[in-house]
T-cell receptor, first 118, second 116 residues
Protein backbone atom coordinates (compact mmCIF):
# COMPACT_ATOMS: atom_id res chain seq x y z
CA UNK A 1 0.00 0.00 0.00
CA UNK A 2 1.08 3.52 -0.69
CA UNK A 3 1.58 6.14 1.99
CA UNK A 4 1.96 9.88 1.64
CA UNK A 5 3.43 11.97 4.44
CA UNK A 6 3.28 15.72 4.89
CA UNK A 7 5.32 16.53 7.95
CA UNK A 8 4.37 20.21 8.24
CA UNK A 9 0.89 20.61 9.76
CA UNK A 10 1.05 24.39 9.43
CA UNK A 11 3.22 26.92 7.61
CA UNK A 12 3.12 30.67 7.25
CA UNK A 13 4.74 33.08 4.83
CA UNK A 14 4.74 36.78 4.15
CA UNK A 15 3.12 38.06 1.00
CA UNK A 16 5.51 38.12 -1.99
CA UNK A 17 7.91 35.67 -0.36
CA UNK A 18 8.62 32.05 -1.28
CA UNK A 19 7.56 28.98 0.67
CA UNK A 20 8.19 25.27 0.20
CA UNK A 21 5.82 22.55 1.35
CA UNK A 22 7.24 19.07 1.91
CA UNK A 23 5.84 15.72 0.86
CA UNK A 24 7.32 12.25 0.93
CA UNK A 25 5.75 9.03 -0.24
CA UNK A 26 6.37 5.34 -0.14
CA UNK A 27 5.59 2.98 -2.99
CA UNK A 28 6.94 -0.02 -4.84
CA UNK A 29 5.31 1.13 -8.06
CA UNK A 30 7.36 2.49 -10.94
CA UNK A 31 4.50 4.03 -12.88
CA UNK A 32 2.57 6.66 -10.94
CA UNK A 33 1.45 10.26 -10.74
CA UNK A 34 1.84 12.84 -8.01
CA UNK A 35 -0.40 15.82 -7.40
CA UNK A 36 -0.71 18.89 -5.26
CA UNK A 37 -4.24 20.08 -4.53
CA UNK A 38 -5.21 23.17 -2.58
CA UNK A 39 -8.35 23.53 -0.49
CA UNK A 40 -9.12 27.17 0.36
CA UNK A 41 -11.64 28.16 3.05
CA UNK A 42 -14.44 27.54 0.53
CA UNK A 43 -13.36 23.84 0.74
CA UNK A 44 -13.35 23.45 -3.05
CA UNK A 45 -10.44 21.17 -3.97
CA UNK A 46 -8.37 22.73 -6.74
CA UNK A 47 -5.62 21.02 -8.72
CA UNK A 48 -2.39 22.98 -8.39
CA UNK A 49 0.13 20.86 -10.22
CA UNK A 50 0.70 17.34 -11.53
CA UNK A 51 3.86 15.29 -12.09
CA UNK A 52 4.28 12.05 -14.01
CA UNK A 53 6.85 9.82 -12.38
CA UNK A 54 8.48 8.88 -15.67
CA UNK A 55 9.27 12.52 -16.41
CA UNK A 56 12.54 13.76 -14.96
CA UNK A 57 11.71 17.40 -15.58
CA UNK A 58 10.01 19.11 -12.67
CA UNK A 59 6.50 20.38 -13.39
CA UNK A 60 5.83 24.12 -13.28
CA UNK A 61 2.60 26.09 -13.31
CA UNK A 62 3.16 29.83 -13.13
CA UNK A 63 4.22 30.57 -9.53
CA UNK A 64 4.01 26.93 -8.51
CA UNK A 65 6.79 24.44 -9.10
CA UNK A 66 7.77 21.08 -7.72
CA UNK A 67 11.04 19.45 -6.77
CA UNK A 68 10.52 15.80 -7.67
CA UNK A 69 13.22 13.49 -6.34
CA UNK A 70 12.16 10.01 -7.44
CA UNK A 71 14.96 8.09 -5.75
CA UNK A 72 14.32 9.87 -2.47
CA UNK A 73 10.53 9.62 -2.97
CA UNK A 74 10.15 13.31 -2.31
CA UNK A 75 7.76 15.74 -3.97
CA UNK A 76 7.92 19.25 -2.55
CA UNK A 77 5.89 22.24 -3.72
CA UNK A 78 7.43 25.68 -4.04
CA UNK A 79 5.18 28.71 -4.15
CA UNK A 80 6.91 31.87 -5.37
CA UNK A 81 5.68 35.42 -4.87
CA UNK A 82 3.07 34.22 -2.38
CA UNK A 83 -0.32 35.90 -2.57
CA UNK A 84 -3.09 36.24 0.01
CA UNK A 85 -5.24 33.98 -2.17
CA UNK A 86 -2.74 31.18 -1.69
CA UNK A 87 -3.97 30.78 1.89
CA UNK A 88 -5.38 27.25 1.94
CA UNK A 89 -4.82 23.70 3.04
CA UNK A 90 -2.49 21.93 0.62
CA UNK A 91 -2.65 18.20 0.00
CA UNK A 92 -0.04 16.04 -1.66
CA UNK A 93 -1.52 12.99 -3.39
CA UNK A 94 -0.29 9.80 -5.06
CA UNK A 95 -1.96 7.78 -7.79
CA UNK A 96 -0.89 4.52 -9.39
CA UNK A 97 -0.44 4.59 -13.13
CA UNK A 98 -2.78 2.99 -15.64
CA UNK A 99 -2.84 -0.77 -15.95
CA UNK A 100 -2.59 -1.59 -12.30
CA UNK A 101 -5.26 -2.18 -9.74
CA UNK A 102 -6.48 0.87 -7.90
CA UNK A 103 -5.72 3.04 -10.94
CA UNK A 104 -7.35 6.39 -10.42
CA UNK A 105 -7.54 6.14 -6.64
CA UNK A 106 -5.78 8.94 -4.84
CA UNK A 107 -3.86 8.51 -1.62
CA UNK A 108 -3.68 11.83 0.20
CA UNK A 109 -1.23 13.17 2.72
CA UNK A 110 -2.41 14.71 5.97
CA UNK A 111 -2.35 18.22 4.56
CA UNK A 112 -0.47 21.43 5.36
CA UNK A 113 -2.32 24.58 6.34
CA UNK A 114 -0.59 27.52 4.67
CA UNK A 115 -1.31 31.06 5.79
CA UNK A 116 -0.07 34.01 3.76
CA UNK A 117 0.29 37.17 5.83
CA UNK A 118 0.06 40.68 4.35
CA UNK B 1 -13.23 22.63 -18.61
CA UNK B 2 -13.51 19.60 -16.28
CA UNK B 3 -16.11 21.08 -13.95
CA UNK B 4 -17.85 18.98 -11.34
CA UNK B 5 -20.95 20.13 -9.49
CA UNK B 6 -22.48 18.81 -6.32
CA UNK B 7 -25.96 19.28 -4.92
CA UNK B 8 -27.00 20.23 -2.34
CA UNK B 9 -24.18 22.28 -0.85
CA UNK B 10 -25.71 22.02 2.62
CA UNK B 11 -28.35 19.77 4.08
CA UNK B 12 -29.79 19.40 7.56
CA UNK B 13 -31.91 16.39 8.34
CA UNK B 14 -33.41 14.56 11.27
CA UNK B 15 -31.95 11.38 12.63
CA UNK B 16 -33.36 8.32 10.88
CA UNK B 17 -34.07 10.00 7.55
CA UNK B 18 -32.23 9.45 4.28
CA UNK B 19 -30.36 12.06 2.30
CA UNK B 20 -29.31 11.97 -1.35
CA UNK B 21 -26.31 13.89 -2.68
CA UNK B 22 -25.77 14.34 -6.42
CA UNK B 23 -22.46 14.67 -8.22
CA UNK B 24 -22.41 15.75 -11.86
CA UNK B 25 -19.64 16.18 -14.40
CA UNK B 26 -20.79 19.21 -16.37
CA UNK B 27 -18.58 19.32 -19.44
CA UNK B 28 -17.16 15.82 -19.74
CA UNK B 29 -18.20 12.21 -19.36
CA UNK B 30 -16.95 10.44 -16.29
CA UNK B 31 -16.94 6.67 -16.23
CA UNK B 32 -15.43 6.76 -12.77
CA UNK B 33 -16.36 8.96 -9.84
CA UNK B 34 -15.18 8.89 -6.26
CA UNK B 35 -16.83 9.75 -2.96
CA UNK B 36 -14.86 11.12 -0.02
CA UNK B 37 -15.59 12.13 3.51
CA UNK B 38 -13.68 14.88 5.29
CA UNK B 39 -13.63 15.99 8.91
CA UNK B 40 -12.53 19.53 9.82
CA UNK B 41 -8.84 20.21 9.21
CA UNK B 42 -8.27 16.60 8.22
CA UNK B 43 -7.48 14.84 5.00
CA UNK B 44 -9.95 13.30 2.59
CA UNK B 45 -10.97 9.73 3.28
CA UNK B 46 -12.01 7.71 0.25
CA UNK B 47 -15.34 6.01 0.83
CA UNK B 48 -16.01 4.35 -2.51
CA UNK B 49 -15.29 4.25 -6.21
CA UNK B 50 -18.30 4.58 -8.48
CA UNK B 51 -18.20 3.12 -11.97
CA UNK B 52 -20.90 3.85 -14.52
CA UNK B 53 -23.17 0.90 -15.05
CA UNK B 54 -21.71 -1.30 -12.33
CA UNK B 55 -21.71 -1.67 -8.58
CA UNK B 56 -19.59 0.68 -6.53
CA UNK B 57 -16.44 -0.54 -4.84
CA UNK B 58 -16.35 0.39 -1.16
CA UNK B 59 -13.28 0.95 0.95
CA UNK B 60 -12.70 -1.20 3.97
CA UNK B 61 -14.83 -0.16 6.91
CA UNK B 62 -17.44 1.72 4.86
CA UNK B 63 -20.95 0.28 5.20
CA UNK B 64 -22.31 -0.22 1.70
CA UNK B 65 -25.88 -0.59 2.97
CA UNK B 66 -25.65 2.73 4.71
CA UNK B 67 -23.95 4.68 1.96
CA UNK B 68 -25.73 3.72 -1.26
CA UNK B 69 -24.02 4.77 -4.46
CA UNK B 70 -25.60 4.82 -7.88
CA UNK B 71 -23.80 5.78 -11.09
CA UNK B 72 -26.54 5.45 -13.66
CA UNK B 73 -25.14 7.74 -16.34
CA UNK B 74 -21.81 9.04 -17.56
CA UNK B 75 -22.40 12.40 -15.90
CA UNK B 76 -24.19 11.59 -12.66
CA UNK B 77 -23.36 9.68 -9.50
CA UNK B 78 -25.45 9.82 -6.34
CA UNK B 79 -24.65 9.05 -2.72
CA UNK B 80 -27.57 8.26 -0.42
CA UNK B 81 -26.95 8.25 3.30
CA UNK B 82 -29.65 5.95 4.65
CA UNK B 83 -31.07 6.19 8.17
CA UNK B 84 -28.70 9.02 8.97
CA UNK B 85 -27.42 9.51 12.49
CA UNK B 86 -25.52 12.41 14.09
CA UNK B 87 -22.23 10.57 13.64
CA UNK B 88 -22.80 10.72 9.86
CA UNK B 89 -22.55 14.50 10.01
CA UNK B 90 -19.57 15.46 7.90
CA UNK B 91 -18.39 17.09 4.70
CA UNK B 92 -18.85 14.84 1.68
CA UNK B 93 -16.91 15.47 -1.50
CA UNK B 94 -17.19 13.81 -4.88
CA UNK B 95 -14.69 13.78 -7.69
CA UNK B 96 -14.66 12.58 -11.28
CA UNK B 97 -11.79 11.19 -13.26
CA UNK B 98 -11.19 13.72 -15.99
CA UNK B 99 -11.20 13.28 -19.75
CA UNK B 100 -7.42 13.05 -20.08
CA UNK B 101 -5.35 9.90 -19.95
CA UNK B 102 -3.47 10.81 -16.79
CA UNK B 103 -6.30 10.01 -14.39
CA UNK B 104 -6.49 13.48 -12.86
CA UNK B 105 -9.48 13.86 -10.58
CA UNK B 106 -11.64 16.97 -10.55
CA UNK B 107 -13.58 17.72 -7.42
CA UNK B 108 -17.04 18.96 -6.64
CA UNK B 109 -17.52 21.78 -4.13
CA UNK B 110 -18.67 19.42 -1.38
CA UNK B 111 -21.83 18.91 0.68
CA UNK B 112 -22.06 19.65 4.36
CA UNK B 113 -24.40 17.18 6.03
CA UNK B 114 -25.73 17.88 9.50
CA UNK B 115 -27.86 15.23 11.17
CA UNK B 116 -29.86 16.43 14.17
Amino acid sequence: AQTVTQSQPEMSVQEAETVTLSCTYDTSENNYYLFWYKQPPSRQMILVIRQEAYKQQNATENRFSVNFQKAAKSFSLKISDSQLGDTAMYFCAFMKGAGGTSYGKLTFGQGTILTVHP
Amino acid sequence: GAVVSQHPSRVICKSGTSVKIECRSLDFQATTMFWYRQFPKQSLMLMATSNEGSKATYEQGVEKDKFLINHASLTLSTLTVTSAHPEDSSFYICSARGPGTDGTQYFGPGTRLTVL
